[in-house]
């Protein structure tokens, strides 16, 4: 059974950082291309950063320089790393974990940006 547990979200004043977390489990991890996506109430579900197994990233223009994704292959785990946050990255974040067909998503995680 694949279970994707996320971490670390919260509420954050513009200008601050936050880390998500997301360890996975029933699967072979660093065999999984990750992802971090986010979605804004009354907004479609968006993708924030991509990182391949090969360690290809892409980020959304809007989080270019501010984000980092990264992965520990021992611990399971796949990191957003928040800088300079702005009240519009306020959402529900989602990890995603893909191969092939096969996709799966934790349960979201809520980011608040506020003063």
């Known amino acids: 059974q694949v279970q994707l547990v996320e971490s670390g979200g919260g509420l954050v004043q513009p200008g601050g950082s936050l880390r998500l977390a997301c360890a996975a489990s029933?699967?072979?991890?660093?065999?999984?291309?990750l992802g971090w996506y986010r979605q804004a109430p009354g907004s479609k579900r968006e993708s924030v950063a991509l990182l391949t197994i090969e360690g290809n990233t892409n980020y959304a223009d809007s989080v270019k320089g501010r984000f980092t994704i990264s992965r520990d292959n021992a611990k399971n785990t796949v990191y957003l790393t928040m800088d300079s946050l702005k009240p519009e990255d306020t959402a529900v974040y989602y990890c995603n974990v893909r191969l092939g067909f096969n996709a799966y998503w934790g349960q979201g995680t809520q980011v608040t940006v506020s003063s």
């Open positions: 029933g699967i072979i991890f660093n065999r999984y291309n």
